[in-house]
């Protein structure tokens, strides 16, 4: 999403990477409670923990990128997770992702313009019997079909 706004630390995001400043592991928790608090690691947050911890801002790319967990970009407003583990890349995983890059006109964690929606492929949401699954924002989709993401992103645009 283009024109986020400049994110400020936060005093209680401040506060835990004081005391976290000399445990080891820290950098992995720090970037877990950024992460937390935001959403995704901004850029911004990321030169303060920099400083505040004394770590090279290349070892914390360095993380964040290793770990799938980690987010660099905000995610839309309805997150979109399409599981691609066995059972549901064997049964249009894979299908399924690219009717929603054509739908949304955006791709693979990306955010659409409007910052409605983003789209991640995950390994495994649990729910191998529902295959193919996606989850938006947290509810669960089984047995999707291409021909009905139409319907099930409309329903999302009219919340917004």
């Known amino acids: 999403m283009s024109g986020n706004k400049e994110e400020k630390l936060t005093p209680e995001l401040e506060a835990f990477i004081g005391e976290w400043k000399s445990k080891p592991g820290n950098l992995i928790m720090v970037l877990h409670r950024v992460q937390q608090t935001y959403g995704y690691i901004p850029r911004e947050i990321v030169f303060k923990v920099s ?85 938006v924002s947290g509810e669960v989709h089984g047995k999707v079909v291409a021909s009905k993401l139409p319907e099930i992103i409309e329903k999302y645009r009219k919340l917004a």
């Open 51 to 135: 400083e505040m911890l004394n770590v090279p801002l290349a070892k914390i790319y360095g993380v964040v990128t290793f770990y799938n967990f980690f987010k660099l970009k905000k995610a839309g407003r309805y997150n979109i997770q399409v599981c691609m583990g066995t059972a549901c890349y064997l049964r249009g995983g894979e299908d399924i992702i690219k009717e929603l890059e054509k739908i949304l006109g955006c791709g693979v964690n990306c955010t659409t313009e409007d910052g409605l929606f983003s789209i991640e492929a995950v390994r495994c949401l649990g729910c191998c019997g529902l295959a193919p699954v996606m989850v």
